[in-house]
Structure formats: C-alpha cells, structure tokens
C-alpha cells in the first residue's frame, strides 16, 4: 500500500489557471513523474475543495489518461492472467493479472484456467489479449 498526498497551486486546475497553465509546467511534470513511480494503484483517491458535484471532471480525465499510459506499456508484452468467466461484451473471456489488472482474453481457453497472453490493446482499465 502507498499513499501520497500533492498539493498544488489553484493555476494547475485548468477551470482556475486558464492560459497560465504553463506556469505550473513544472508542477504538472513532477505529478507525473509521482504517478510513475506509484505505478498502478488498485484504488486511486482524489480529494480536491477547488469542485463541486461533477466540476471535478478534469481530475477524472487526468486519472485516466494516466491510467490508459500505463495499461499501454502493457501493449507487446506477456502477461499472465486467471480467466474467471465470460467477458462484459461476450466476444471472449475475463480475467485479471498478477498485478489485478482486468484482461479481456481471447483463444482456447477457460474459466478457472491461468494462461499466458499477448497483450494487443488496452483501455485505462482493461488490457486486451490473446491465449
């Protein structure tokens, strides 16, 4: 388990800063870099008092453009996954890694089996692969 707290200047919330968002181009690199190093978090809290109801969109749109980076290194590599059933869209099965992430996998496969895959695509929540 890792935690991290970062506070940052109103300018970095693009709703506040605007055009001097560039401002704050170092702040926005240093989050990234922390992102990095966190890796990929299970659970990702967000706590911000710069919103309102859904005015917290672009802290959302942030996590998963950090989260789609990441699934994206998968992308060529192998992994390892338990197929646990039938996938949300019915062209294959389910599955998660090592790590927990969520894998679509198609091939000749099962439920309960643990395979090998290709990773060929990912969402910021799910990889896509082959058996």
Excluded at 3 to 29: D, F, K, M, N, Y
């Amino acid at each position: 388990m890792q935690g991290c707290i970062c506070p940052h200047p109103p300018l970095l919330i693009p709703e506040v800063g605007g055009a001097s968002l560039r401002q704050v181009s170092a702040t926005v690199a240093a989050m990234r870099r922390l992102a990095a190093q966190v890796g990929e978090p299970e659970t990702l809290v967000v706590i911000s008092p710069h919103s309102d109801g859904y005015g917290d969109a672009h802290l959302i749109a942030l996590t998963q453009e950090l989260a789609l980076g990441s699934r994206r290194r998968w992308v060529g590599r192998r992994a390892e996954v338990l197929v646990e059933g039938p996938s949300r869209d019915g062209k294959g099965l389910r599955g998660r890694t090592r790590q927990n992430v969520t894998a679509n996998v198609t091939g000749a496969t099962e439920p309960g089996a643990i395979v090998e895959i290709e990773v060929t695509g990912a969402t910021s929540t799910t990889l896509r692969g082959r058996a």
